[in-house]
């Protein structure tokens, strides 16, 4: 531009020329710097309207025929109509679950790789030395699928015909109660550690390797008692080879209604020990996806077929929104880490 004004007014060819060059390179230039430097929400939000596109990968941390597996696929069956994609359940076993966390959450944040996740999600951490996943900043919390309450049962031999009167002889006996645990901080187990603080007495913790097996020995009288889930109790209670005193949760269990829960009878803490099944993503997912799986979701969980079909599993249909979600696995990683420390629960100790 120098040379274009350091002569006189007098302008000659070469200047016009000069100065021709000058405007297209400049023009160049600016439309180069205009396509480098400009944003791309409006894209990225076509691209992320579409979504989905292909299959979608549903991880589940459990074994097929297990409750998690029942869950990942009913909500493979119902949310794949909905979205338009085929969703492929993928079970990948292992260490409580860790095993399926850890590839969601070094997977790609699009949207097709997804996991069914439990209380395990916000308890492992504090067990497993080698487990540093945050069960909200290394995820993208979608929403709460369902409860899986646990009930409180004993053998019909052990006094007590109600919770108060089974709590208040638990401080005369002579032994400590014996509780079938099966699964380390799962949440029965955490159940049962809450309910010996709030009877302020000691139980003495018998490892099974399943509700099968330690509910057996309840109703043999080789143990006291068990807080399994709902519905792997639901047949021992029916014939009366099992007392049922409470369940954990918010609210009554559909397949036991005449159980009441632990908060309506005064021990509101062991109420936060229910367990749950929930559905998050890798971090860093677009909020736009999160929120159409949500909804999607949530949506489906209304429906009476599918409310029907969890129901039978000993399953309530309970959803959140993903906010929601973000803040509840937050406050269940700070109350069941203090729980944890609290009690000297260790990974191997069961």
Not at 47 to 55: E, F, I, L, R, W
Not at 317 to 341: A, K, N, Q, V
């Amino acid at each position: 531009m120098h040379r274009i004004f350091k002569k006189s007014k007098q302008w000659h060819s070469e200047d016009f020329v000069e100065t021709a060059h000058y405007w297209r390179y400049a023009a160049s230039a600016l439309t180069a710097a205009a396509l480098s430097f400009s944003p791309l929400p409006a894209a990225t939000a076509a691209d992320n309207s579409n979504y989905p596109v292909k299959a979608i990968s549903l991880l589940v941390g459990f074994s097929p025929g297990g409750s998690g597996d029942f869950v990942a696929r009913a909500i493979a069956q119902y949310l794949s109509p909905a979205l338009g994609q085929t969703i492929v359940v993928e079970n990948r076993p292992g260490a409580n679950g860790l095993i399926a966390a850890s590839l969601t959450a070094a997977a790609k944040p699009d949207g097709y790789t997804l996991l069914v996740t439990t209380m395990g999600l916000t308890t492992n951490p504090h067990l497993y030395s080698t487990n540093k996943l945050d069960p909200v900043k290394d995820f993208t919390p979608i929403t709460m699928i369902a409860d899986v309450p646990n009930v409180l049962v004993t053998n019909p031999a052990i006094p007590g015909t109600d919770l108060q009167s089974f709590l208040d002889q638990l401080k005369v006996r002579d032994t400590p109660l014996s509780v079938a645990t099966t699964g380390q901080a799962a949440p029965g187990h955490l159940a049962s550690e809450l309910l010996q603080r709030a009877a302020g007495v000691d139980f003495e913790f018998v490892a099974y390797r399943g509700s099968a097996p330690a509910l057996t020995d309840v109703i043999a009288g080789h143990v006291d008692a068990s807080m399994p889930t709902v519905v792997a109790a639901l047949a021992g209670i029916k014939s009366g080879k099992l007392r049922a005193f409470a369940v954990t949760g918010s609210q009554r269990s559909p397949l036991l209604p005449d159980v009441p829960t632990f908060a309506e009878l005064g021990v509101s803490t062991i109420g936060t020990a229910s367990g749950w099944y929930g559905l998050v993503a890798p971090p860093g997912l677009p909020r736009e996806i999160a929120e159409k799986l949500n909804h999607e979701i949530r949506k489906i969980m209304e429906t009476p077929e599918i409310r029907d079909h969890f129901l039978t599993q000993g399953a309530t249909p309970h959803t959140m929104t993903t906010t929601e979600m973000s803040d509840y696995l937050s406050e269940e990683y700070r109350h069941w880490g203090d729980i944890i420390r609290q009690s000297g629960i260790k990974a191997s100790s069961q």
